[in-house]
């Protein structure tokens, strides 16, 4: 479903993203481990068309993801709308929730398929509701964020992010800024939609959510991926001395390393 060939980039002198290729089979669930400042966002945001990359390819569902062939049998890039279209297809759930606090929950989940896709709200509501069941949060429908826990709203990012039906989905870090008693049902959410089917890949520095929730770990360090396999492998018996230095550094702070580290 995703194939990332040889991608480079950089910001200015610094060299980010230095020739990562990784696959991700349809319905699969990857996670990019590794510790702040190794590119994963980066990683994401490419696959999101959020970032624009130097070199290397993307292809989402066999298509090639940020150009088209021309006529001529060149490529050309896409234009901001093609950019656009694509955004629709790949769902994205950041950090810090980004819900809309002027809107009620119902309505943040509605707002992208009505806005977006231009659907009927009579059509839009009862999908938006069944996506705030799926999460646990029915009851909640016209609470505004505020008066969330974090846990919930970020239930409601992912309801908001699954309402334009996406072919992938991108979390990034989605419950690093959460107590850790509110880890729990954001888990669950994402081992639910990992049942369901949907192709997602997650970011994190924190290697329990790597052993949740991954049918395959990639680790990353300074722009390159590292080593990469099923979790009860590569997480267990490391094949290089790089992952086993993460994992004892990551066992030494008593399971949570911070972002700052
Ligand atoms: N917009 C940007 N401009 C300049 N440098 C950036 C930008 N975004 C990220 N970086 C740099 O890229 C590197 C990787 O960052 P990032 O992808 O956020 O890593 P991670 O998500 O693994 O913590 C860091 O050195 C960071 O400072
Ligand atoms: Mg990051």
């Not at 996670?31 to 945001?45: E, I």
């Not at 659907?119 to 429908?141: F, H, N, S, T, Y």
């Amino acid at each position: 479903m995703i194939s990332v060939r040889n991608l480079s980039k950089s910001f200015g002198p610094n060299r980010v993203l230095k020739d990562l290729s990784f696959d991700v089979p349809q319905g699969r669930t990857a996670v990019l481990l590794g510790r702040s400042g190794s590119g994963k966002s980066t990683m994401l945001r490419c696959l999101n068309l959020l970032e624009h990359w130097d070199g290397g390819e993307i292809e989402i569902g066999g298509a090639p993801l940020g150009r088209s062939r021309k006529p001529d049998g060149q490529w050309r890039p896409w234009n901001s709308r093609e950019e656009a279209e694509a955004r629709q297809r790949i769902g994205m759930v950041f950090q810090q929730f980004n819900l809309f606090p002027h809107m009620t929950v119902l309505q943040n989940v509605m707002c992208g398929p009505v806005r977006i896709l231009g659907e009927d709200a009579a059509k839009a509501r009862p999908a938006a509701l069944a996506l705030l069941e799926q999460v646990g949060l029915a009851a909640k429908q016209d609470a505004y964020p505020a008066f969330l826990s974090g846990g919930q709203q970020q239930r409601v990012a992912i309801a908001r992010a699954l309402a334009m039906r996406p072919q992938v989905l991108l979390l990034d870090e989605i419950t690093s800024a959460l107590d850790p008693e509110l880890v729990g049902e954001v888990l669950e959410v994402v081992r639910d939609l990992k049942r369901s089917g949907l192709t997602m890949v997650c970011v994190t520095h924190e290697i329990h959510f790597a052993q949740d929730v991954a049918d395959h770990v990639i680790f990353m360090e300074d722009g390159q991926v590292v080593e990469e396999g099923p979790p009860d492998t590569i997480l267990v018996e490391p094949a290089t001395e790089r992952l086993r230095k993460f994992l004892t550094r990551f066992h030494a702070r008593g399971g949570r390393e911070k972002a700052a580290a």
